[in-house]
């Protein structure tokens, strides 16, 4: 196993990520960013693009294309992991908000 990479510039690694980002309140849509911490401070181990949902209230796992490999893989989150919302919440008449 490799070593984590290094935090990337503009990537904000001190800031927690709100509640509803990480644990079992995490919630994620197609087009988000999912992050997994490295074991050290300031260190991104891994990240990804949602590219599927298989729940409809946005809970895990999720379908992530990973940045380093560019490979789709079914991903089940852990603690270490938080979501970045980057694309608009689908509002209920399907529209982002």
Same mark, same amino acid.
């Given at each position: 196993?490799?070593?984590?990479?290094?935090?990337?510039?503009?990537?904000?690694?001190?800031?927690?990520?709100?509640?509803?980002?990480?644990?079992?309140?995490?919630?994620?849509?197609?087009?988000?960013?999912?992050? !997994?911490?490295?074991?050290? &401070? =300031?260190?991104? *181990?891994?990240?990804?693009?949602?590219?599927?949902?298989?729940? #409809? /209230? %946005?809970?895990?796992?999720?379908?992530?294309?990973?940045?380093?490999?560019?490979? !789709?893989?079914?991903?089940f &989150? =852990?603690?270490? *992991?938080?979501?970045?919302?980057?694309?608009?919440?689908?509002? #209920? /008449? %399907?529209?982002?908000?």
């Open positions: 196993m490799s070593a984590p990479a290094p935090a990337e510039k503009g990537h904000r690694t001190t800031d927690m990520p709100p509640a509803e980002a990480t644990g079992h309140g995490m919630r994620a849509h197609v087009g988000d960013e999912i992050v !997994v911490r490295g074991t050290a &401070p =300031g260190v991104i *181990a891994r990240e990804g693009e949602v590219v599927g949902v298989h729940h #409809p /209230d %946005g809970s895990p796992p999720y379908d992530v294309r990973w940045a380093d490999t560019d490979r !789709v893989t079914l991903y &989150p =852990g603690p270490d *992991a938080y979501i970045k919302h980057l694309a608009p919440t689908p509002t #209920p /008449d %399907g529209h982002g908000s």
